[in-house]
């Protein structure tokens, strides 16, 4: 069975500025999920589900989901503040959408094989997404998930501060734990974070996630049970958030599930700011001139 690509594409984009998910970042205008997307089909993914919000579903399917659904199945799922989960009756009042691991969650009745997770608006590279589709295909289990880690000093802009999953693995190469650390950025003391109620020093080479993860269909119940819980502890809390680090965390001290860490030197890019998208821009322009993606992908 192929496995499935699952894209994270409901985020606001409130640094941004904009629909970052179908802003055009290719020479021929293609957005930078379309790139992922290549690479997936490519790799042998059989199938993509999209999760979005319904207000933008329209002009998603227009300006994405058609340009390649005779080449993969296409699904879509909704995440929206109040989208029905089993086990939870009414929720709180919310100011934000509810974060990655209620967005995953939300894809439940479209994925029955082992799928990866992607955010919309990051390119992971090429080689990525061969190493991802032979984990599931060949390692994922009940047990075992994954993990794709980078380097955090190939993952900052230069036009602002960043989150990022701070990772550390034991031996075997299986993760410990993950940290969501916050206004990451680079300063004349080096790379410093600001959390909420800490702030601290980080170096290039420490291991992060960006969101790229490799699950058996069986951490659905686990996502549901947790959200659950999380929305009982935070009602009184309208921007907390429900990472999939915090479910990952969780199943890794409960030895549970163990994640690979898995490597690439894939090069990654993102547009977390507008400033972002003239190097982006230039980056797609140098791999389609040097032959690494046709000049039209779905030409």
Sequence with gaps: ???????????????????????????????????????????????????????????????????????????YAFQELDTPIEGINEFPVREKPWGTGHAVLVAKDHIQEPFAVINADDYYGIDSYQVMAKFLRDDCSPSTYAMLAYFLGNTLSDAGHVNRGVC???????????????????????????????????????????????????????????????????????????????????????????????STDAQWYGVTYQEDKPMVQKAFRELTETGKYPSSLWG
């Design 1 to 75: 069975m192929k496995p499935t690509l699952l894209i994270l594409a409901a985020g606001m984009g409130s640094r941004y500025g904009g629909l970052k998910q179908i802003d055009p970042l290719g020479p021929n205008g293609e957005a930078l999920i379309e790139y992922s997307i290549y690479d997936a089909i490519r790799a042998g993914f059989g199938k993509v589900v999209f999760v979005i919000r319904q207000n933008i579903e329209d002009i998603f399917r227009e300006k994405i989901g058609n340009q390649f659904s005779d080449q993969i199945e296409v699904r």
């Design 168 to 262: 550390a693995q034991d031996a075997k190469g299986f993760l410990t734990t993950v940290v969501e650390r916050h206004k990451i950025q680079k300063t004349d003391k080096g790379i410093t974070f600001q959390d909420e109620e800490e702030g601290g020093q980080l170096t290039d080479s420490d291991l992060v996630s960006m969101n790229f993860w490799g699950f058996h269909p069986n951490v659905f119940e686990y996502l549901r049970k947790d959200f659950i819980q999380f929305v009982k502890a935070n009602e009184g809390q309208p921007r907390a958030e429900f990472y999939i680090p915090l479910l990952a965390n969780r199943l890794i001290q409960d030895d549970i599930v163990k994640f690979s860490v898995l």
